[in-house]
């Protein structure tokens, strides 16, 4: 049985393609065998994985362009990966003019159920169609949340799409929210950080903002705990994995599953 995870928001910058990389990353590490699917046309994620080459026949274009197979995907850091490249942004428009155009991504995906044990996607940064496609295809999203007020803004937006994804895919639900570019010293963050906790169900262990490791492994074209396997940010990805890993335990006999 396959999980399909999509790491979701419409917020910029909220460390979305950092989480899905990474945890990745530490659930191949786990023994598990992983797909990361690169949804966003930015392909942050494809060159922070150290892809610099990718081409679009690669990508998921003919995926969501014409109900095509999976691609062929790279092998990484002891997982697989789909890559994006910037041209991938011109599927956008024909996503909504087919029928199951904005399911393509989840059918392909289920003709490949059982192939790997774990697959997550990276969605772009916006509400659009190739996010929704990317929404669509999960059976639960990881939703990072910056710790300012911009970050719960943002899940106004999260709310207000919810119930449209829900007429399509009932069962989509939030497995984590994961509070990010957490600054202890600084008092916003850590009152955002309570709200978030008293509000909200599945929270992780938050990331906190420091920019060196993060940006240096991704320069580098490594998961940080292999840039830095002994650094708080890897520490950190470890906790929001094994956070994760509960939270779906713990949400899988509801759902039926094992
Ligand atoms: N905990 C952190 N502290 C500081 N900088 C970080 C942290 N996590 C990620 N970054 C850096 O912040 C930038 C944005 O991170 P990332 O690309 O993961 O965000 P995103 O939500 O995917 O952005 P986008 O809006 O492009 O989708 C990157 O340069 C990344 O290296």
Redesign the pocket.
Known sequence: MTTILTVF?H?????????AGNIAHEFAQRGQHVLLIDG?P?S?LTTNMGVQDAELHETLFDVLSGDAPLPAPRHVHGFDLIPAVIDLAEVEPSIPGRVGGILALRDALQKESGRWDTVII?S??SLGQLAAACALAADALVV?IMTRSKGLNALRGLNRVMPQYHRLRPDLHVAAYVP??CKSNRKEDSELLGIVREDLPHVTSP?????AV??GA?EKGLPVTVFAPRSK?AEEIRKITSDLVEFLQRNAPERGER
């Open positions: 928001t917020a910029g910058g909220a460390g979305k393609t950092s989480i966003d930015q942050n990276d772009p940064p990072p990010t570019m990331i906190v903002e420091r920019g993060w940006n991704a940010e």
